[in-house]
Each structure stands twice: as C-alpha cells, then as structure tokens.
C-alpha cells in the first residue's frame, strides 16, 4: 500500500519562504511529483525527483532522499497567488498516488 | 506544451442516467491516461489507468460496470459514468502520461458532475 504524510495547513507572509515536507512509504518507486492545486482546479505539475537531491526551478525547488522515504518542496519570495494546495505524489510503476495535500495560505 | 483537455468542464444530469466524460491529449501522443476522482477537501484517488487499445486497469473498489472507460486513441480516452446516483458527484480528473519523454503526467482541467 502507500502511505504519504505531509502538513495539512501552513501560513506564511508575503515575501517569506515555506518548505512543505513530505514522508513516503510505498510498495515501489519511480519517482515523486509535486503538483499545485488551486480550489474547483484540477492539480498543474511543478516538478519531478527521480534521483536524489535538489532540484531548482525558478522560484520553487524541490529535495528527495528515497532512502530516508522523504521529499520536500521550497517556496520562495511567496506571492498571494501561490495560496493553494501541495499535493506530494510518489510514482510506483507510473501511477501516482497522492497525498491529502498541503494548504499553503499567503497572507500580505 | 503538453495540454489535456476534458469535456465537459461540468455537468448535472438526473438519478440513473449516464454521463460520457472525454480526455484528450492535445499535442502528444499518450499511452496512458489516469482517471481520478476527487471529493471535497480530499485528495485524487486514482479509479483506473487506461492503455490505449487495450482494457482498463481499475482500483480496488472501483466498480468497472458502473465506470466505463474506454481509450481509444492515443489522444483521447472516455470515462462514462453509468447509471449515475447522487453519491457519484465528484470532481472527475483525468490525467495523461506521454508516449515518449519523460514520466510526467499531466492533468486535464477536471468535470464536475453532479447528480440530482
């Protein structure tokens, strides 16, 4: 089965930078996907570890350690319109399951 | 770019009629596309995984009589929802993965359905 743990809500100011932590176990393993979901939307890719580390992409940036089932994704200089919901994703042979999601609210 | 569209966006329709959800893969060519369904303020289950030109693979739970899926094409598959109850409004999301290229899925922009 598959079994994914990541914060429910986290609030931050406008400006600031938040890293929304995610906790996998999972019966195989291709690789992780984080996904921004705004609310009635459906979910807009963001990135993609399949090897371990750091991956940079404009204002987000995305870590995985698959030997500690473990992957993060950073949020900087937050803008109002980055208030949505985080959706962690482990891929096992290509089929995603996901997490219940992160709430991240910027607030001015 | 990799675009996914679905149609319809929403739809509302009667206890025990049937609902036809499509999925197309814009620009590529996708040998598998996902369907998903989503409550309010709870996270996309996975329904079934749909390779084209062959069967497709459902969820534990989820009843392939009721769900119909078909794909057709490399470009589109379709989720007919049958016989639908009130307990099948949800938000429908499918999803595509490319032919080539890298695993990434992308995600069409979702239906609404709802069953009076």
């Known amino acids: 089965g598959q079994n994914i743990d990541q914060p429910t809500e986290m609030t931050a100011t406008e400006g600031a930078i938040v890293q929304i932590n995610c906790t996998y176990q999972t019966s195989g393993f291709n690789g992780l996907f984080w996904y921004q979901q705004h609310a009635g939307e459906a979910p807009t890719f963001l990135s993609y570890n399949v090897l371990d580390g750091l991956e940079e992409k404009g204002r987000f940036s995305s870590f995985l350690s698959r030997s500690k089932g473990y992957s993060y994704l950073l949020l900087k200089e937050l803008q109002m319109k980055d208030s949505a919901s985080y959706l962690c994703a482990p891929s096992n042979d290509y089929k995603l399951s996901f997490g219940a999601g992160t709430t991240v609210t910027v607030r001015a | 770019g990799a675009v996914v569209s679905q149609h319809p966006s929403w739809v509302i329709c009667k206890s025990g009629t049937s609902v036809k959800i499509e999925c197309r893969s814009l620009?590529?060519?996708?040998?598998?596309m996902f369907w998903y369904r989503q409550f309010p303020k709870q996270s996309l289950m996975l329904m079934a995984t749909?390779?084209?030109?062959?069967?497709?693979?459902?969820e534990q739970g989820v009843e392939k009589d009721k769900f119909l899926i078909n794909h057709a094409s490399l470009t589109l598959s379709t989720l007919t929802v049958t016989s639908a109850h009130p307990e099948d409004s949800s938000f429908y999301i499918c999803?595509?993965?490319?032919?080539?290229?890298?695993?990434?899925?992308?995600f069409g922009p979702g239906t609404r359905l709802t069953v009076l």
């Open positions: 620009d590529f060519q996708a040998t598998t």
């Open positions: 999803s595509a993965r490319r032919r080539t290229g890298a695993d990434t899925q992308y």
């Open positions: 749909s390779n084209e030109g062959s069967k497709a693979t459902y």
